[in-house]
Antibody
Framework: ELQLVESGGGLVQPGGSLRLSCVGSGFSFGDAWLSWVRQAPGKGLEWVANINSNGGEERYLGSVKGRFSISRDNAKKSVFLQMNSLRAEDSAVYYC????????WGQGTLVTVSS | DIVMTQSPDSLAVSLGERATLNCKSSQSVLSTSDSLNYLAWFQQKPGQPPKMLMYWASSRQAGVPDRISGSGSGTDFTLTISNLQAEDVAVYYCQQYYSIPTFGQGTKVEIK
């Protein structure tokens, strides 16, 4: 069974940093595009970033470019999202998802940016 | 970026009736190289992550009942839920993956 498990969320002050992790199982992790998608409380879905299978290609939402960085470790079947210079508007549940089309999702991890 | 617009924002349908959800993209998501529409539909129930229902606009994910169907091409798409069941109460999102993924704002389906 395909599984994605996110971790690393929490409460952080504006301007602070967090590193999210997502571990995958039940699929060919090293062959998959992986994405991070977020959902602010009571709001819709917003794609944040993705990375190709070998980590050589990354794309970002405009509002996070230069602040967030996506990376992966295929040996550990993990994808990461380093989030720096966090703002209140970054508060959301962050999901990792597989594929360019986002076909499978984890349960998410909550990030709250507040003083 | 491609902007996705869904209508209506919410929809109340009687059990057993049909729900029709619409999605429009600001530019075509039909690829001329493979003739595929890069359009997916998701269902999200409260407290759960989104679940993909349809991809390539009209291909059903494994386990999705055949009373749920997708149609459309280019810039205009529809998700149809026939014989609405209580378990279908959710927010539905369309999403294009022709370029950097973008989502519609969602349509909330409730029971009348």
């Amino acid at each position: 069974e395909l599984q994605l498990v996110e971790s690393g969320g929490g409460l952080v002050q504006p301007g602070g940093s967090l590193r999210l992790s997502c571990v995958g199982s039940g699929f060919s992790f090293g062959d998959a595009w992986l994405s991070w998608v977020r959902q602010a409380p009571g709001k819709g879905l917003e794609w944040v970033a993705n990375i190709n299978s070998n980590g050589g290609e990354e794309r970002y939402l405009g509002s996070v470019k230069g602040r967030f960085s996506i990376s992966r470790d295929n040996a550990k079947k993990s994808v990461f999202l380093q989030m720096n210079s966090l703002r209140a508007e970054d508060s959301a549940v962050y999901y990792c998802a597989t594929g360019w089309g986002l076909d499978h999702w984890g349960q998410g991890t909550l990030v709250t940016v507040s003083s | 970026d491609i902007v996705m617009t869904q209508s209506p924002d919410s929809l109340a349908v009687s059990l057993g009736e049909r729900a029709t959800l619409n999605c429009k993209s600001s530019q075509s998501v039909l690829s001329t190289s493979d003739s595929l529409n890069y359009l997916a539909w998701f269902q999200q129930k409260p407290g759960q992550p989104p679940k993909m229902l349809m991809y390539w606009a009209s291909s059903r994910q494994a386990g999705v009942p055949d009373r749920i169907s997708g149609s459309g091409s280019g810039t205009d798409f529809t998700l149809t839920i026939s014989n609405l069941q209580a378990e279908d109460v959710a927010v539905y999102y369309c999403q294009q993956y022709y370029s950097i993924p973008t989502f519609g704002q969602g349509t909330k389906v409730e029971i009348k």
